[in-house]
């Protein structure tokens, strides 16, 4: 920050509201940045016009939103942070479970997002990649018959090794919330040795395209699996539009 920032009174019902509505703008603008400091409380409670309560509840806010770091009884005020992708896939979370989204809304978004994680992974994996993604296949093997949680965990990891892969947190913070959502929703599935050795080779040839560096194929390989294996929890009409993006 080059220049102290001012705010203007906070005015209204609920003015914390305001408050944090003035630095998310400030930070959109451009005009505080990460590691920048916010005004003292003393400082925020003159420039807003408020109580220190109310600049209090708006520090609150915004610390749960992971923007702020509150240090109490520190000299200088809060600082700006990055927000964790942790922060966006409880947000995310959020808006799926009190909003209108469907099983077959997720799978979609599932299949856009896996298809590109895909395409990029064949792309960018090293030899070390492929090690860890093939010892998360080991782990998946070794469970396949017994602990269905300990193979849904490794099959998890297996997906999550290849979204960090493309280097993009926002895109990992997104694809756990989904899956996550996809299994809240669909109270129906079960799990099942025949399942879980499915899902195993699905997942050993995805592993072997990516190893290759077929990205077209490692994309199209991730898209058809998804839809093949939720297509029976949607409506027909739903299952016939995810399919055109099931080559």
Not at 3 to 10: D, L, M, R, S, V
Not at 44 to 55: A, C, G, K, L, P
Request: glycine share 6%.
């Amino acid at each position: 920050m080059t220049e102290k920032i001012g705010f203007t009174p906070a005015v209204g019902t609920r003015t914390y509201e305001r408050i944090v509505e003035q630095v998310e703008d400030a930070l959109l603008a451009g005009k505080l940045g990460l590691g920048d400091h916010l005004p003292s409380e003393r400082e925020m409670m003159e420039q807003f016009n408020v109580s220190r309560s109310t600049v209090r509840e708006a520090l609150r806010v915004l610390e749960s939103r992971g923007l702020l770091l509150l240090r109490p009884g520190g000299r200088a005020g809060p600082r700006i942070i990055q927000p964790s992708p942790e922060i966006v896939e409880r947000d995310l979370t959020q808006i799926v479970r009190l909003g209108n989204s469907t099983v077959s809304d997720l799978v979609h978004l599932r299949m856009s997002l896996d298809g590109t994680a895909c395409s990029i992974a064949a792309h960018l994996a090293e030899s070390s990649d492929i090690a860890e993604l093939r010892g998360h296949l080991a782990e998946m093997e070794k469970h396949v018959t017994g602990d269905s949680i300990a193979f849904a965990r490794a099959d998890a990891a297996l997906h999550e090794a290849i979204w960090r892969l493309t280097g993009n947190d926002l895109l990992v913070a997104i694809g756990q919330a989904v899956r996550e959502s996809i299994v809240q929703m669909i109270a129906t599935e079960t799990a099942s040795q025949n399942s879980s050795q499915d899902s195993l080779s699905r997942d050993q040839v995805l592993v072997e395209l990516i190893e290759n560096g077929d990205s077209a194929g490692a994309s199209a390989w991730v898209r058809r699996s998804l839809w093949e294996r939720f297509a029976d929890q949607v409506s027909a009409e739903e299952a016939e539009t995810l399919r055109a993006l099931a080559p």
